[in-house]
């Protein structure tokens, strides 16, 4: 992209800026990664991932959206377009690093305390969070395919079979069943630990 174009403004559109990325005008690129920075920042951050791994996801997002910024076709989708491309890349980096950890604010292996009805006794709370522990636990125990496919299928909003089947190299017809097949090794992590404790 080339510089020299007229200065962009805070006023313009994102559709406004798209368009004048793809004429050329450097202070529009500027603008755009500014104006969406703290959006593929929080969706990095929310799949766990380390610091410097939130620093790769952010580098191979926006070099993504660059690269592949014509082929968007709709310049005022570009917000959903980018979340797309972040989350693709959290889940890339989460696959390369191994790190298969629950992800999103409100699925039942990460439901926290400060989701929890602040008038909770303090053993109900004491019960929940043992459950999450031993959920996570067991998780833990399940083969990589299992946790990356639970991993995916926990996030806050899901991807789709369409991009699960990209992610872990199977079929899309597959998702559904590979999906029941692991709830039910999970379920059977579950019950074996109660067994081991009642031991």
């Known amino acids: 992209m080339s510089v020299g174009q007229p200065t962009v403004t805070a006023d313009?559109?994102?559709?406004?800026?798209?368009?004048?990325?793809?004429?050329?005008?450097?202070?529009?690129?500027?603008?755009?990664?500014?104006?969406?920075?703290?959006?593929v920042w929080k969706i990095a951050r929310s799949h766990r991932l380390s610091s410097a791994d939130c620093e790769e996801v952010y580098q191979l997002t926006w070099l993504r959206v660059y690269q592949h910024l014509a082929n968007l076709r709709e310049p005022h989708r570009f917000p959903d377009w980018l979340t797309t491309c972040a989350r693709r890349e959290s889940l890339k980096q989460v696959s390369r690093t191994g790190r298969y950890l629950p992800i999103g604010d409100s699925t039942e292996f990460e439901r926290g305390a400060a989701a929890a009805d602040q008038s909770e006794a303090p053993d109900h709370?004491?019960?929940?969070?043992?459950?999450?522990?031993?959920?996570?636990?067991?998780?833990?125990?399940?083969?990589?395919?299992?946790?990356?496919?639970?991993?995916?299928?926990?996030?806050?909003?899901?991807?789709?079979?369409?991009?699960?089947s990209r992610v872990l190299g199977v079929a899309r017809g597959s998702v559904g069943p590979l999906r029941g097949r692991a709830l039910r090794r999970l379920a059977e992590e579950l019950e074996a630990a109660r067994r081991a404790e009642r031991r």
């Not at 559109?13 to 104006?35: K, S």
């Not at 926990?154 to 699960?164: H, L, M």
């Open 12 to 39: 313009l559109g994102t559709a406004e800026l798209v368009r004048d990325c793809l004429a050329g005008a450097q202070p529009a690129w500027r603008a755009l990664v500014e104006r969406y920075s703290a959006l």
């Open 125 to 164: 709370a004491l019960l929940r969070d043992e459950r999450r522990t031993e959920v996570l636990t067991a998780l833990r125990r399940l083969p990589a395919r299992d946790q990356a496919l639970l991993t995916l299928l926990s996030a806050d909003p899901a991807p789709g079979y369409d991009e699960i």
